[in-house]
């Protein structure tokens, strides 16, 4: 079985506390990545400002075979700046949890999916390919989340992911909820998790394991709190214990895991 291995180190991964890559550290990792094999590389934010789009047009004119995919806000003027930045593939990023919807956006359930819809097809007026994002997955009503994925679908969205955002999976309820969402969801899933428990690698194997084709990692685990599913470590549980195709040229990733720790100073 094929996996797409999704990488956010340069988005997630700089989420980690004191972490700050240089545009040239960012291009160098978006290189490596690329020539390990990665399906799709998370580029970073546009929106975060006048020296990250530098960096990410160059990025986006560095030619790359990965897909190179900018986060965005379902927000206009996030998706403009990307596509300004030169990306045509946009992931674009939502709320789902009750939680997050009350007291983070103080909105409601039918507001975020209106917008959602507003976004994609504004981000698709410019011939965008869209990805869509579902934050705090985890915590909010699978019905929901299976609302969004549908309305996604019909606004043109090719594939949606489940975000364990504050780490609360475990791989047996991982296991448990991605089975049956695989059966339900009418877009291909994304599996995204974060390692609070040091569960995450376990909790994406998990889900593979149950019918999801897609992983979202960060080289060495490394992102916001405790982290996110290392790619090295999700790559090599795939191919030795489950025989699954990544993609990845596994004898490249000593050398991108060093990159990456000297970018981080470690």
């Known amino acids: 079985m094929r996996i797409a291995i999704v990488d956010t180190t340069l988005r997630d991964g700089e989420q980690a506390a004191g972490l700050v890559f240089s ?129 996604a679908a019909r606004a043109g969205a090719e594939y949606i992911r489940y975000a364990d955002t504050v780490g609360c999976l475990e791989p047996l309820k991982t296991y448990e909820v991605m089975q049956r969402l695989v059966q339900k969801c009418v877009l291909p899933l994304e599996i995204h998790v974060h390692n609070d428990f040091g569960l995450a690698t376990a909790n994406t194997i998990a889900a593979i394991q149950a019918g999801v084709r897609m992983a979202s990692v960060t080289v060495g685990g490394i992102g916001e709190r405790a982290g996110n599913a290392a790619l090295e470590q999700v790559v090599e549980a795939l191919t030795e214990l489950h025989g699954h195709e990544t993609g990845i040229d596994r004898a490249q990733l000593p050398d991108l895991t060093q990159l990456v720790a000297r970018a981080r100073g470690t």
């Open 23 to 151: 545009q040239a550290e960012k291009l160098a990792i978006a290189k490596a990545l690329d020539q390990v094999g990665v399906f799709a590389i998370e580029a970073g934010t546009p929106a975060m400002g006048a020296e990250e789009q530098t960096t990410l047009r160059a990025i986006v004119e560095a030619g790359l075979s990965a897909r190179v995919i900018a986060w965005n806000r379902a927000v206009r003027q996030d998706i403009l700046t990307s596509v300004h930045c030169g990306f045509s593939f946009v992931h674009i990023s939502i709320p789902v949890s009750d939680l997050h919807l009350q007291y983070k956006l103080k909105t409601t359930r039918e507001a975020v999916l209106q917008q959602l819809v507003d976004a994609i097809a504004f981000a698709r007026s410019f011939g965008c390919r869209i990805s869509v994002g579902t934050e705090d997955t985890s915590r909010a009503d699978e019905e929901f989340f299976l609302q969004v994925a549908a309305a």
